[in-house]
């Protein structure tokens, strides 16, 4: 069976900086797959590259095929689409939860019209109503309680674990077939962190999505992803099953990000190690 989406030789280059370099991955209907690495391996560069947000100043070459492998004649490339076309299938069929819930919010804008933007965006002929009623099913759907209520309240009316729902709920309520979600749980505390992830397992579970999940946290990752790719300085160093990629890894730099994790067990009096070291 065809991937869903498919990069091969992705290379985006800025005018400082060469930020990814030969990236090559894919993802099946309904795979979770967990995108890791340190800050500036190039996980979100590679995330608005596949939804077309890169500005002006990037260089971008290689192939990213949405709906097919690279190359052939079924699949839609990505980045040789104009903008029209990359905004007919963002949000509706690819959608993306961004970074820091505390700020991916307009403040000044209530959040049953920022949730509701994205229905009407799509579907234009919807009337204020049915978008409304769409918007606080989302919400709903990802548990924001007396959603109908709150529809007009504001975003620092909510916790930090509410705004990440709103967030969720945005990027879902057109039903995509693949969810991007960059760094959702980093903003977070411990137990949200755990209430949000589970929510993303169940929506995933429930909608049969196709997720890339990124992450500088490979324990995080593997709560949520069946399959993993490790990214360090623009490249993809190893890729594989998640359940195997945590208890063996086969690159010095995966074991380095699994030493970097404190457990139960790390002794309080020893430095955490070193990325990389």
Known sequence: ?????????????????????????????????GLVGESGSGKSVTALAIMGLLGPAARVAGQIAWRGRAGSADSIDLL?????????????????????????????????????????AH????????????????????SIPDAARRYGDYPHQFSGGQRQRILIAMA???????????????????????QVLELLRELQRQHGLAMLF???????????????????????????????????PQ??????LLAAVPTLRTARNRPLAMIGA
């Open 1 to 33: 069976m065809a991937p869903l989406l498919e990069i091969s030789d992705l290379q985006i280059r800025f005018p400082a900086a060469e930020a990814v370099r030969g990236l090559s991955l894919h993802i099946d209907q309904g795979e979770v797959l």
């Open 80 to 120: 040789r689409q104009p903008q029209s076309a990359l905004q007919r299938l963002r949000g509706r069929e690819i959608a993306m939860i961004f970074q820091e819930p505390m700020t991916a919010l307009n403040p000044v804008m209530t959040i049953g019209s920022q949730v509701a933007e994205g229905a009407r």
């Open 123 to 142: 579907s234009p002929s919807w009337t204020g109503r049915e978008a409304r009623r769409k918007a606080i099913a989302a919400l709903e759907a990802v």
């Open 172 to 194: 879902l309520i057109n039903h995509p077939r693949l969810l991007i979600a960059d760094e959702p749980t980093t903003a977070l505390d411990v137990t949200v962190q755990a």
């Open 214 to 248: 990124i992450s500088h946290d490979l324990a995080v990752v593997g709560q949520v992803a069946s399959r993993v790719a490790v990214m360090r300085a623009g490249e993809v160093v190893e890729t594989g099953p998640c359940a195997r990629l945590l208890t063996s």
């Open 251 to 256: 690159h010095a730099y995966t074991r380095s």
